[in-house]
Each structure stands twice: as C-alpha cells, then as structure tokens.
C-alpha cells in the first residue's frame, strides 16, 4: 500500500465521520486518459474531500507555502500534491501539470486560486483554461456544496466531461476558456445546492 492510499483511507475515514458526504455524477470521471478537474473552493477541507471522493489519485496544486510547514511540507509530495508559486507564473508547475496530464492522470485544480470568503462562486484564474487548451485531458467540473458542518450533509458534484474540440476550433484564450469551465461548475452548483 503507498503512503497516498494509506493517507486517503484514513482521511476518508476521519472525513466521513463527521460529514455525511453525498458523492453525485462520479461515473462522469472517465475510467482512464488524462483528467483536469476543476472544482469551487468554498474551505481548507475541499482538497481532501475531492481527493477521497474521486474514483482515481488526484494531483493538486498547493501553494508553496505549505512545503515548508514542519511535517506538512514532507509528507505533501507524497500526497500527489506539488508546489505553485500563487500570484505569478510559475513555469515549472505549468511544465509539471502538463506532464501530470500527458501521463494520463488526474489534475485537480481549484480555478479560483484561493477560497471563496462568500461560499459564492469567483472569478477563475486562466491556468485552468491554459491547461484545457494545452492538453488533451478531458475537462471534469466538479462542485463542492456545503457548507462545512459536522453531521450535516455535504455534496461533491462531478459534471459531464466537457467537449473542448468546438471551444479549440474557436481559438478562445485561457481567460475565456476558463470562464466557460466555471459556468459549467456555477450549473452544478445552482442544480444541486
């Protein structure tokens, strides 16, 4: 067993615990081919619970901070997550997501960069469309409905893979082709809130 799957059984026990987490759409994540799931940040918990809830390992983006909190900072890249420098263009975690992709894995990314204050929805950032335009994963929406207490139920929504060939042929811009990735995530989450 690897420390990932090891970690994962834990959490998901701890997690479920406490959450009555209710999982919708999951035979939406195709079984094989590179994934970018791209999902609403509404708490610190959404990695995790988006971790335990999909069908396959996902890779996640953490902000560089987190590597050098004592403990925390080791044991991440054992838990698929690699770091991103927030506020710039890290180049290097652009070049690892792409191979994350090409290697036909998971890449689980949260478009709005940081949690939402409101619960509402934000703006997404455009390495979500930078990386649906760069490769050929499908492009999973994925909404996390809350809120956050415990008992009560909690919904991970995972969307249709959306068909990115008419948005290429369109020649949209990672800013617009993220913007149509959160309309697809505003739709899960004004269907199932």
């Given amino acids: 067993m690897t420390i990932y799957s090891f970690v994962r059984s834990l959490v998901k026990a701890a997690l479920k615990t406490v959450y009555r987490i209710e999982v919708i759409g999951m035979e939406n994540i195709p079984a094989d081919g590179g994934i970018l799931l791209c999902s609403n940040h509404i708490d610190n918990l959404d990695p995790p619970v988006v971790g335990i809830t999909a069908p396959r390992p996902v890779y996640f983006m953490a902000k560089e901070e987190l590597f050098s909190v004592p403990i925390l900072g080791k044991i991440l890249p054992h838990l698929n997550a690699f770091p991103v420098k927030r506020g710039m263009s890290d180049r290097e975690a652009l070049r690892k997501g792409l191979g994350i992709l090409k290697d036909g894995k998971v ?4 478009p709005e960069g940081t949690r939402s204050k409101t619960g509402k929805l934000g703006k997404g950032l455009a390495g ?3 990386f649906a335009l760069r490769s050929d994963a499908y492009v999973v929406p994925c909404a996390v409905i809350g809120p956050y207490k415990p008992f009560n139920k909690l919904k991970v929504v995972y969307g249709k893979p959306m068909d990115m060939a008419p948005i290429k042929a369109k ?14 995530i505003q739709k899960l989450i004004n269907q199932y809130n």
């Fill in 107 to 110: 890449l689980g990314l949260f």
């Fill in 128 to 130: 979500a469309g930078f």
């Fill in 171 to 184: 020649k949209l811009n990672a800013e617009q082709t993220t913007d149509l990735i959160m309309g697809e």
